[in-house]
């Protein structure tokens, strides 16, 4: 992988540039939806593509439990398996052992935690991470980490940053020792991690930039902290990360969050935002989110957005997808879901452009003073009488 700095803007510290990789190139800032297991929920890869994706994110974790990496291999790694031909990007697991609490025990030699399907026991080392994905295929590998929660205290939020930085040390020694799939070149990202304490994302960055990785990622935000606190981490992160190499904010998926974080110099970006607030009916407009189970959308004959592009504005209306919703059909998943990575792709595709006419400020000012982050309406009952 190859990462290549084309455009900076004037006023802030956004960017654009290149991912070259063994299955494309992919224009950055990018952001990646969330493929959990081998698929990006309701859409298939030719709607992927029509809609402008170009890389996806895979879930070591779930896809270590099943079907397997041993299967995916066989199968011809992650492209094979789910007839996907751009790039991947695999996380490390770290975060979704952090998530299951209540089933891992965490120690220096790695993680071993018990599965969340049938209850059996699983270690996570480092290296068995490094292998893994291996065998995934993927182009872009993340190293173990240790996620902490919020709020968390300072001796906590320092004894996992350490330790990350150590299994950091291994992952990084054990990558140029193992063999990359099929011939293939895969690249490694380091993680920073810290909470919101400001010394100890200093000393994470510093110690895991001096391994010199093939890319860089701000983990362990956007999990209960206030935003401001989660742009000051941002902020602070990408002041000390390399510039001639790629930096990715992990799970922050928030449209007015991710336009503040290109702003701050962040490339990558991934989150299941788009396609869970679609499934669930919920639905991103230039204006502002829409829920469409609202009441108020009962006879809404517009689209959902008048300036979007998507096979769902250009043929459907608020009404009959609010119908689709409430009698629960499958169609209604799909058709937001769609919109919604159309959005995101669309809302990278004008940060670039601005960021690459040197004017990213005035256009995020712009995007701001038209975008609400809530609904001005309350939410309504449905026809059953539950809250949606």
């Given at each position: ?93 770290g975060y979704q052992v952090f998530s299951l609490s209540d089933l891992r025990k965490i120690d220096d030699d790695g993680v071993r935690f018990q599965s969340h399907i049938d209850g059996s026991y ?267």
């Amino acid at each position: 992988m190859h990462f290549t700095l084309k455009n900076k803007d004037t006023l802030s510290r956004a960017r654009s540039g290149f991912l070259t990789t063994p299955h494309g190139d992919v224009r950055t800032p990018v952001f990646m939806p969330v493929g959990t297991q081998a698929t990006v929920k309701t859409l298939t890869p030719r709607e992927l593509i029509s809609a402008g994706v170009k890389m996806i994110l895979g879930n070591t974790y779930h896809l270590y439990l099943r079907p397997g990496p041993e299967l995916i291999r066989e199968a011809g790694g992650l492209h094979g398996f789910m007839s996907w031909q751009n790039p991947v990007l695999t996380d490390s697991g770290g975060y979704q052992v952090f998530s299951l609490s209540d089933l891992r025990k965490i120690d220096d030699d790695g993680v071993r935690f018990q599965s969340h399907i049938d209850g059996s026991y699983h270690t996570f080392t480092p290296e068995h991470v490094i292998d893994v994905q291996r065998s995934l295929g993927s182009d872009i590998m993340m190293v173990l980490d240790e996620c902490v929660g919020y709020p968390c205290g300072y001796e906590e939020a320092m004894k996992a940053a350490q330790r990350t930085t150590r299994w950091a040390g291994r992952s990084i020694r054990y990558f140029y020792q193992s063999e990359p799939f099929a011939g293939s070149p895969q690249a490694l990202f380091g993680i920073v991690q810290g909470s919101t304490y400001e010394d100890i994302r200093r000393q994470s960055a510093e110690s895991i930039t001096a391994m010199r990785f093939d890319g860089y990622a701000v983990g362990g935000l956007a999990v209960g902290e206030p935003k401001s606190a989660m742009m000051e981490m941002t902020d602070l992160c990408t002041c000390m990360l390399p510039e001639d190499q790629p930096r990715y904010l992990m799970g922050v998926g928030k449209p007015e969050d991710i336009v503040s974080a290109v702003g701050l110099g962040i490339d990558m970006f991934d989150c299941v935002i788009p396609t869970r607030n679609g499934r669930n009916g919920t639905v991103f407009t230039w204006s502002g989110k829409l829920v469409l189970k609202n009441n108020k959308y009962q006879r809404d004959f517009r689209p959902i957005d008048e300036n979007c592009r998507c096979y769902t504005c250009r043929t459907f209306t608020r009404a009959y997808l609010r119908h689709l919703f409430m009698t629960r059909e499958i169609l209604g998943l799909r058709l937001a879901t769609l919109h919604n990575i159309q959005f995101y792709i669309e809302l990278m595709e004008r940060a670039r452009n601005a960021i690459e006419a040197g004017g990213y400020s005035k256009w995020q000012k712009s995007f701001f003073e038209k975008y609400r982050t809530h609904e001005t309406e309350p939410v309504t009952e449905n026809e059953g009488g539950n809250r949606v």
